[in-house]
């Protein structure tokens, strides 16, 4: 018997705060007809045909794969989307600011003998997460492990999360000290309280353009690193390059089908410059002048893009 299906097309366009992607997506239907497949935009071929099991385990060499940065791009888009901006009460500062996101950088003081920098995610980085979870009411977070000059491993946390920057230090300083870290330190610096975190406010899209800019692209190796026997390089290889809370895993960029307003707005961007394009086989890309980093989306897109994420701020 021969198999009966029939292939049809559905045009889309996803809303992305720094790209507007519009693709087809086939179809297939009928009674023996395969899987539908849905076309994977910007990651590459090589990655739509594997499963996620097998991309999964790639990110474990410490490098970005395509589908992982894809991923962690995703993420980062859908914190800065869900999180409102706050007017929130500095008690170190006694002023009150608007606060919106941060990034805290995450530094080992020391090196335990026994330490590899895998290890130290195991034992420091999620015990940190953990404790901010349990104690501080952190929920929604990336993170991404870079490799330092001394081979040493660091983290840079991306939040919504507004604490003090003392107790963040704390907290981490406590942490390396139940793994014998801080008091490695002590015998070298005299003091217990080494400067081990630091942190810094995102004002907006274009300063998290530029985060996602240099931690995706930069190389989870360095010259240092690479001039190791294979034996040594054991203990300062990465692992898992970045992770984020759940429900950020969760959250798909906004889509629509195209109606006229959402076209002719496309067509008078790229008109008047506003937007550039780039079209593909089977997608088409627009996105801002490089000195723009965001879309400037008119009131009437940017209230269906709110109504999109606002369902997954609960």
């Excluded at 984020?244 to 008047?272: F, G, H, M, R």
């Excluded at 627009?286 to 209230?303: D, E």
């Amino acid at each position: 018997m021969l198999n009966s299906f029939r292939e049809h097309t559905l045009d889309y366009i996803q809303l992305r705060p720094s790209m507007i992607v519009v693709y087809t997506d086939f179809q297939r239907s009928g009674s023996k007809a395969p899987g539908a497949h849905y076309l994977d935009i910007i990651s590459g071929s090589e990655d739509s045909q594997r499963t996620p099991r097998e991309i999964n385990t790639a990110t474990y060499t410490g490098e970005f794969t395509k589908f992982s940065r894809k991923n962690f791009r995703r993420a980062v888009d859908s914190l800065f989307e869900i999180t409102p901006w706050r007017r929130l009460y500095n008690p170190i500062t006694e002023t009150w600011q608007h606060f919106h996101l941060s990034i805290t950088t995450l530094t080992l003081s020391a090196r335990p003998a026994n330490f590899n920098n895998k290890s130290a995610t195991a034992k420091l980085l999620n015990n940190f997460l953990v404790v901010m979870r349990n104690n501080k009411g952190l929920k929604n977070y990336i993170w991404k492990a870079e490799l330092q000059d001394n081979l040493n491993i660091h983290y840079h946390l991306l939040s919504d999360l507004f604490c003090p920057h003392h107790e963040i230090r704390n907290i981490w300083n406590k942490i390396q000290s139940n793994h014998g870290i801080i008091k490695l330190f002590h015998e070298k610096h005299k003091h217990l309280n080494p400067n081990s975190t630091d942190i810094h406010t995102v004002h907006s899209y274009n300063e998290l353009g530029e985060y996602l800019k240099k931690y995706t692209t930069k190389k989870a190796t360095n010259d240092k690193f690479n001039n190791l026997s294979p034996d040594d390089q054991q203990q300062y290889k990465i692992g898992k390059v970045w992770d984020c809370s759940a429900n950020l895993n969760k959250i798909p960029y906004p889509t629509e089908l195209p109606d006229n307003y959402l076209t002719d707005w496309l067509t008078k961007e790229v008109k008047t410059g506003a937007l550039e394009v780039k079209s593909e086989p089977y997608f088409t890309i627009y996105y801002p002048p490089r000195s723009q980093g965001a879309i400037a989306y008119p009131a009437t897109l940017v209230k269906r893009i709110k109504s999109h994420y606002a369902q997954f701020r609960a």
